[in-house]
């Protein structure tokens, strides 16, 4: 077990908005030094689907997240290990932060077995059987050398019956001190997991079981798993003021927009989420006036960037109508530009919601922000 | 018919190397100089796969080629035109060259019906039945903007009786004589293609019909379709010193790194071909020593640059082992990477041989590259 606190690591928090939970901070991190609240994105297998570390850089990206599952699967984790890390592994020398690789094992291997000992599943690629337990889980992502890793943590689906629900939370418990122990590197923050799904009763019990545990970072989990955008932001009101203030407090895979101004006035500081890339892979621009579906024949001749107020480099140089026809023609240039601008759209979203936030403008900034977004979130 | 010499272009032959035919010179156009013998990749249907306008100059590129046939067919030359011409369109601002459209009508689409008056074919896409005759060919060009485009030919397969090449090649003659009269632009340098397949006679006949109409440079056509490379390279030797020392001489779809090379050396200028995006697209590299395959499983371990002795973005930043594992994994960065590379490789070796040139080192060039190469060209 590493020492409780690290000097590798330091979150200072400089400001709170007065009239909501929302902060700005500092998290210093061997790779860097990371501007909250922020947004990383999926860097599932190694890359983030289609762009260049340095086209993250210029998107404003500062940490990237990647999946322990994915990479556990291929290349694994001991060709990572021996070819550098992570880090040199995908030539992005920021801060980066791996998952447990619970959440796919949950929702995308095809499960075997699980008891308190470890989950033995099957490989969605190939169906080889494998296991996970905690301690497992930490040596993965110790081989793969992340700067923030994560718990393993149990994932049950979101309308699983209260009882279901309290063994999950008490397993995650448990598993939570197995990962503290397991822990060797001084140079990772381990972050533990908070579960419960929208049970409030839930919440508080994993909160105050995983507190005394000093981790140095906290995560809510279990959210953006099928519930109401309404029941997640509930959930939110109740469960970040039980986490610690001088902990950064991390929002695991959500989300919108509107979801991350929404958790940011709720006091989260860190995001993670597959929405800018996937729906940029698929045709769909972020803008401040809401999605725009650059496959629709109205942008045909449309000369205008994907959002004119837009500073991105791709909004500098492209048009509407060029994003539509290489969509048309299935030219893997449109995903990548796409991708790229619906990044440097939530680095924009979050810099400028930081902005608001030191001048105690959060809450207007969220108006302003809906307004635009109108009925089109 | 536009003046025969324009302001906007001027060729400037600066060395020949005193043992072969190989010269450097440099060529001006409207969006650019470009450094001769130059390597043009190709921008298929308004991009080059993958890649951004930005990562093409970091990959030295100066010029690249686009295809009148698909932008006709998708997005059509009006809606170019609208949105301000083509590099407008792909954000590109140096020089572009646009084909005539004719080699993809006579290999990709389902021929209808051939006359003197033009072709009529069926679009790969949808079927529909669509005409290219010499006035339209210029037509679409003129609407696409490029710096340089270029006459319709009839392209025959290589294997054709005598007498069906010799109608082509006359058929050649007559389009250019109509292409040089449809002209309106003063802003573009149209070209005239010498056809005539690997027959002597043929060749001086089609270059002895097209000299006197004094087009501002001269393309080679009708090679790489078939012959082996000892055919081309011969009908290179007799075909080259047919055409005027003072214009730039373009053979067209060519090739294999040890095809320019050769072509250079037979005093060739421009080029462009699909195989360094297209192999890279396919996970083969080119390197000094040839041709690498990265889904090898040799290389899953092998934190190497692509090309050792490559100075480009990917291989300062990225190892073949993680090439291959985006290449395992379907990555789309991968393709992307090795793309780029490749593109940066095609244009270090020309860069490198207008160097040997202008030392009068061609022929020595040539020897080291072969044997770099060795037998894996």
Known sequence: MPP???PAFSYTLQHTDPATGARVGRWRTPHGTIETPAFMPVGTIGSVKGLTPDQLRQAGVEMVLANTYHLALRPGPDVVAELGGLHRFMGWDGPILTDS???????????????????????????TQLELSPERAIQIQEQLGADCVMCLDECPPHDVPPDRLREAVDRTTRWAQRCRDAQRRDDQALFGIVQGGTNRLLRERSAAALLPMEFPGYAVGGLSVGESPEHMYATLDWTVPLLPGDKPRYLMGVGRPVDLVEAVLR????FDCVLPTRNGRNGMGFTRAGPVRLRNLVYQRDDRPIDPACDCPVCRQFSRAYLRHLFLVNEMLGPTLLSWHNLAYYQTLLAELRQAIRENRAQEFRTVQLAGWGDNL
């Open 4 to 6: 409780l606190s690290s």
């Open 101 to 127: 690789g619970g959440f796919q094992v949950f929702s995308l291997a095809k499960l075997t077995r699980l008891d308190d000992q470890q989950v033995v599943f099957r490989s969605h690629i190939d169906g």
């Open 267 to 270: 006091g989260v500081d860190l």
